[in-house]
């Protein structure tokens, strides 16, 4: 390295013309894209309970929109010569009281299911980042009232505030969506306030306001953008929670009417036969249980392990 910065001053001596210095070699974008997939593929090699994860999260995607790349079946129409038939390779999961294949219905279900929670975290996401931007980045008495609101949401346990919004409100899938989403509103709002109070005290947002950028710019430019990162991971998180909240106001009967096999509903048809027809419940609630964990495992792994891993 000094012998060629010395090499560069001699020439300069001679020639009389100022000589660059070497440019450091940078990757170009098929290096770095190449680098950074394979970055990811150790990451996911690593972890194989991740893989799981995702491929759980896919499968469960790819039935809600597309049910017919698992089944063939009518999940509304039985054979009543086949009542409660047991887990076999003609029906993976069994049969009903009134002969319906059980797998068919779990899977036309689970399009009722993540719509119910697409829509309650897409509620509280919405409504809870909305108000904890507003309460941080405001201040004063802004912030007093918005987050006195959310404490009285806090003092109450949100399965009742479900049940209370949906009882109001009336039964449906989209209702209870809804009543869950609203429930979940006040840790959305916290998470955001704690993340604009730190972004907001950052000095590139000081930088920007002292350059008269107006309110709105550094908002929308600087507060927002490095603010949402754990609120999106909240989101995730809070998607299992979701779906544990949606099925248990159909398990009371708050959600789609019979013969809609909504999650929730299928476990609470099977409970009257689980001395003779046990998999009615289990393989429903299984369902259930591989979904919420498998979210919490990708939330997990997006709340801190890709970063320390990078």
């Not at 398990?251 to 003779?276: K, M, Q, V």
Request: with cysteine; hydrophobic share 55%; aromatic share 8%.
């Amino acid at each position: 390295m000094s012998s060629t910065l010395d090499n560069d001053i001699a020439a300069e001596a001679v020639l009389g013309v100022p000589v660059a210095p070497d440019a450091p070699d940078v990757p170009g974008p098929a290096v770095r894209s190449r680098a950074g997939a394979a970055q990811v593929a150790r990451f996911l090699l690593r972890r194989p309970g991740l893989v799981l994860s995702v491929l759980v999260i896919a499968a469960v995607v790819l039935a809600s929109f597309w049910p017919a790349l698992f089944t063939s079946r009518d999940p509304l129409t039985g054979i009543p010569a086949q009542s409660f038939r047991a887990p076999s390779g003609a029906h993976w999961f069994g049969t009903d009281e009134l002969g319906r294949d059980l797998y068919s219905r779990v899977v036309h279900g689970a399009a009722l299911s993540l719509k119910a929670t697409l829509i309650a975290v897409a509620v509280s996401f919405a409504v809870g980042g909305l108000l904890g931007l507003l309460a941080g980045f405001a201040g004063r008495w802004i912030d007093d009232v918005l987050m006195r609101f959310v404490d009285v949401l806090l003092s109450i346990p949100a399965l009742f505030l479900s049940l209370a919004l949906v009882t109001a409100l009336g039964y449906g899938t989209v209702k209870v969506a809804v009543a869950v989403g609203v429930a979940s509103v006040a840790t959305f709002a916290r998470v955001m306030r704690s993340e604009v109070l730190r972004v907001r005290q950052a000095v590139y947002v000081e930088a920007a306001r002292s350059c008269g950028t107006r309110w709105y710019g550094v908002l929308g430019r600087h507060v927002l953008p490095n603010a949402i990162g754990p609120v999106l991971v909240l989101a995730t998180l809070d998607f299992g929670t979701a779906v544990l909240a949606v099925s248990s106001l159909s398990f009371l009967g708050y959600g789609a009417a019979p013969p809609a096999p909504e999650w929730g509903t299928l476990i609470s048809d099977g409970r009257n036969y689980l001395a003779n027809a046990w998999w009615m419940t289990a393989l429903p609630g299984l369902t259930i249980a591989a979904t919420v964990l498998a979210t919490n495992r990708i939330a997990r792994a997006l709340d801190g392990e890709w970063a320390r891993r990078r």
